[in-house]
């Protein structure tokens, strides 16, 4: 080295020296935070990604907290149910003990009704407070709100679940493409002649057998049949010399049948059978049975009664206006990531429906109470009652185990995932970095004696000026 001013190995040796100082601050920060990207200079792809991953991971971990909360509020409802249920149930045997008429007296009849209003009110009570912070589950504010429902087309609507846009109203379109029918049986035979003639009239709430004399007009048939209706399911019209048989209820489900025994009752065709209305909902075949239609699809679930007076091709809408409890299960606030489930009022005023009674109708006072003489109409309403609750309770279950219990093992295994993504990204191997620590600590080690070396050089010139 001849020349001072210019120190070219130093500038090389400081060069390096700082390289490998840099290089052992990088290690040195990767250990002491554990990130292998702790700047956007340090991979600006990998910290695109690994944001990206952070977020969907916020987004996942919220969505299990959300559903875990979805859980809660359902539980909650569904415990008031299964007490519900239970008080039904005592509200059973309290009208099947009343109906054993003949062995109790009058004190034990008021006895069995003071019951039954306590229970009612009890009923009414769970289903004003149960809550869940503040908000009530089973008075119907988890019900789903309706407009424009045609009371002389649709009976008995039940919306189950409703996918809403915000803000938005989904129009429901029902179209009966063919109507309901009773089963019918006919007989032309006029009134009875040759003797005695016992016919068997069976349906499907059971079978009579009824006696005619010789000579019974067919007027008076037909009223010892409509007599014993309750009794069998089938009701009796005279039109001239020719009686009808019919099933009191519609569908492929209810049959009239109607058979001579003994003498001379003859019928062509002794068995027949109602059929289904056939319905379609937005454009899409709904099951029926008889004129009880259901309906099911990912967006929309509801069932209802079509009134006498629509049973008969045509069209009617309605729509949902809103309502429901609606839960955000999703990593992101997207219409598809939302379920929605109705619960609808569980009240007494609420339990039945329009064609039987409703349930607060067996309170002291009521056309069904136990001191009345309705225990038959008592019994379908409690036992429609039952089987509200019952369906409630299933459908709250459903939704529990299949949507929100998928749904938090899903968005599990999806946490999981990218966690392991992310860490991959940006989270420091100490294996391996504390082998490059390792190297640059020799590095630098070795390029500050080098550099040591190099700044002394130049002193090889003052030699020359002693010589």
Known sequence: MSRINTNVSSLIAQRVF??????LNTSLQRLSTGLKINTGADNPAGLI???????EKTGISTAIDNAQRASNIIGTAEGGLNEISSLLNEVQGLVGSTANSGGLS????QANQLQVDS????INRIAAATSFQGKKLLNGNLDYTTS?????SIDNLHVNAARLADGATTSVVVQVVTSATTAKVGYTGGAVAGGTATIEVAGNAGAEQLSFASGTSVSSIVTAVNAVKAATGVSATVSGTDIRFESTEFGASHFASVKAVSGNFTIAIPKASGTDAAVTVNGAS????????????SNLDVDFDLDASFNH??????????????FALGSKVTEGDKASIGVASVSTGSLGDTTAGFLSSLGSGGANSLTSDNLVTAQKIVDKAIKQVATLRGRLGAFTKFQIGSTINSLGVAYENASAAESAIRDTDFAEETSKLTRSQILQQASTTV???ANSAPQSALALLRG
């Open 18 to 23: 700082r390289k490998n100082s840099e290089t």
């Open 119 to 122: 229970i009612l009110g009890t």
């Open 49 to 55: 990604a690994s944001e990206n991953l952070r977020a």
């Open 106 to 109: 009058l004190e034990e009849k």
């Open 451 to 453: 550099l040591t070396q």
């Open 313 to 326: 091709p045509g069209t009617t809408t309605f729509g949902i206006t809103g309502g429901g409890a609606t």
């Open 286 to 297: 709904a099951q029926t049975d008889g004129t009880h239609i259901s309906f099911r699809n």
């Open 148 to 152: 424009s429902v045609t009371s002389t």
